[in-house]
């Protein structure tokens, strides 16, 4: 359609005008705030949390929120999932029509994202993957930059303890019965820990996974599941691998209402390194914590201003994570989390 001169005239000075007026607070969806001078320089990041499941997801959502606080630069949108992936799709479209300047997502499952981050894409809204990753055809085009741990390591270091932990006890020799707690089904998190305590069972032909399931992260889920796995297999059992500390905790407690001691007849290795998780080791309840970092906030949002400024970022980003146990327990306490 072409555009009449007294238009483009009428236009020029409506435009004008907005300058001199400055930019107003009006809905949601307005990027700027302030005097012209400030909102130059400031970028706002819609940010979709999977949900609340675990110390772990609240400690990582405050990093988040906190890093955003403390940057004068970034004005954060944050949208709790709830656990839901129709909830997060929801709220990635609802930052692409808001106008945000990058989008950060922490994925509740690793598939069906091409929809709409290729919406995201077609609006030139760059996408940051936050904690857990995704799959599927051409997914890689779909974000620019991954930021979390490498959760099938975290699968291997777990192995690995094990190995080690069983050799100094003298029983790398026997038959050993796994129990293994997973978290939410097909969650990069559960599907990298899986993998790498599967690689690891498959390296020790005495080693026997006899129980699976998920308990999705949870407390009472952890509890329950590890409540069936006792009743079906609870004088078999030598090791629980529990995903998460949450789960963890529930699991306990479905080890001791049935007589057993956490720690000495079941050897229990948990995921995340919270504060509560720690404080089990000291008991002797616990005997293993891999750890999973969740304080990514201030990376998310240093990468997020680099992405929006144009800059070169790396595709992957790994947090610095370690294995606790009865060794240092005590000098990595309290924990942050």
């Known amino acids: 359609m072409k555009t009449t001169k007294w238009f483009k005239g009428f236009l020029g000075l409506a435009m004008c005008a907005g300058l001199l007026a400055g930019c107003g607070n009006g809905g949601s969806g307005d990027k ?11 970028i706002t990041v819609g940010f979709s949390q999977l949900g609340a499941e675990s110390q772990w997801r609240t400690a990582n959502t405050k990093s988040v929120q906190d890093a955003a606080k403390n940057n004068s630069k970034i004005d954060l949108k944050f949208s709790d999932a709830q656990q839901k992936q129709e909830n997060q799709i929801s709220a990635i479209r609802n930052f692409i029509q808001q106008g945000v300047d990058v989008i950060a997502v922490a994925p509740v499952v690793e598939t069906g994202w091409e929809t709409v981050l290729k919406e995201a894409k077609d609006a030139a809204v760059p996408v940051i993957l936050v904690d857990r990753g995704i799959t599927g055809k051409d997914t890689d085009d779909l974000y620019t930059s991954w930021i979390g741990a490498d959760m099938k390591e975290e699968g291997i270091k777990a192995a690995t303890w094990l190995e080690d932990y069983l050799k100094e006890k003298g029983m790398d020799k026997d038959e050993i019965n ?10 990069s998190a559960q599907v990298g820990r899986t993998e790498g305590l599967e690689e690891g069972a498959a390296k020790n032909s005495n080693w026997k996974i006899i129980e699976q399931q998920s308990g999705n992260f949870t407390r009472a889920e952890g509890k329950e599941v590890m409540e069936a796995f006792m009743k079906s297999s609870g004088d078999k059992i030598n090791v629980l691998v529990s995903e998460n500390d949450d789960m963890t905790m529930g699991a306990i407690q479905a080890i001791e209402e049935v007589g057993k001691k956490p720690g000495e007849d079941i050897i229990i290795i948990s995921f995340d390194g919270t504060n509560d998780a720690l404080k089990q080791i000291q008991a002797g309840k616990i005997n293993a914590v891999v750890e999973c970092n969740p304080l990514s906030g201030e990376q998310i949002m240093e990468t997020a201003l680099k992405i929006a400024a144009k800059e070169d970022v790396e595709k992957e980003v790994y947090v610095e994570e370690g294995v606790f146990d009865a060794k240092n327990v005590d000098e990595n306490m309290p924990r942050p989390y």
Not at 32 to 42: I, L, N, Q, V
Not at 178 to 187: E, K, R, Y
């Open 32 to 42: 700027a705030t302030g005097d012209d001078s400030g909102s130059k320089d400031k």
């Open 178 to 187: 796994i129990a293994h707690l997973q978290g939410t089904t097909g969650s």
